[in-house]
């Protein structure tokens, strides 16, 4: 490492690790029951590589948080995603991985292990699904800014058309969010499509609408959202959230 300080930052910082000094003022990386140890650039300790050079590691870690999740925390702590989501060969089993660099230049992978070699190809959509629902229960606009583009254009029950995410969220989201209850959007049946950079998904949803009594009654309705993947993350440019017709 050309410099070990800046190195514990960012692996404390970014990815949790625990800082372990050990030995007569060594420093080690420790996350779960996995440690790296760390060797200053042109002061490495024996046993050590036979070609220590700064930038030259490729390591992947496993993770069971949606890369959708690990995507925005990245984002939040101004590191960039250098490629993916992508589908990788695992050691085990195959991987949806997301790829950054250390300070050093050193290539990092988060992966996500498939259950099989079918695994869903809509997972990443589905994972946006579910952090969607998540930010509309806890009416959390700015989170569901974050998961949309700026210029954002909308169809809702609500307003007719809405442009800009902003907007979007004065005129459809603000209104509607703080009277409904248990918005769960059916994940497992939705279907789309990923191409390249771009997406679709749709899907129904239930739930509850609040009268101004305080009562509750089924509130139904179904989506549509296109998708584009911009450094690294599947941003919403399209949504329409209508109810479900009347019987």
């Not at 069971?64 to 984002?75: G, Q, S």
């Amino acid at each position: 490492m050309r410099d070990i300080a800046a190195t514990t930052e960012f692996y404390q910082r970014v990815l949790g690790m625990e800082v372990v000094i050990f030995g007569q003022g060594r420093t080690a990386l420790r996350f779960g029951a996995q440690k790296i140890n760390l060797h200053q650039a042109g002061g490495e300790l024996d046993p050590k590589a036979a070609r220590p050079t700064p930038g030259s590691a490729d390591v992947c870690l496993l993770t069971r948080e949606p890369l959708a999740r690990w995507i925005e925390h990245l984002r939040t702590r101004g590191v960039a995603v250098e490629q993916g989501p992508v589908k990788r060969t695992g050691a085990r089993r195959p991987l949806e991985s997301i790829y950054l660099r250390d300070p050093d230049g050193n290539l990092i992978e988060i992966s996500n292990e498939r259950l099989d070699a079918g695994a869903d190809d809509l997972a990443p959509l589905r994972a946006w699904l579910r952090d969607w629902q998540a930010r509309v229960r806890a009416r959390d606009f700015a989170g569901g800014r974050a998961l949309c583009a700026p210029e954002l254009l909308a169809f809702g029950t609500r307003a007719e058309m809405v442009e800009g995410v902003d907007k979007v969220a004065e005129d459809q989201w603000r209104p509607v969010w703080p009277r409904i209850r248990d918005f769960t959007v059916r994940v497992d049946e939705a279907r789309g499509a990923i191409v390249g950079d771009h997406a679709w998904i749709a899907a129904r949803w239930d739930s509850q609408g609040v009268r101004p009594d305080g009562s509750t009654f089924p509130r139904p309705g179904r989506l549509t959202i296109i998708f584009e993947q911009r450094g690294g993350r599947w941003l919403a440019t399209h949504t329409h959230f209508s109810l479900s017709p009347e019987p």
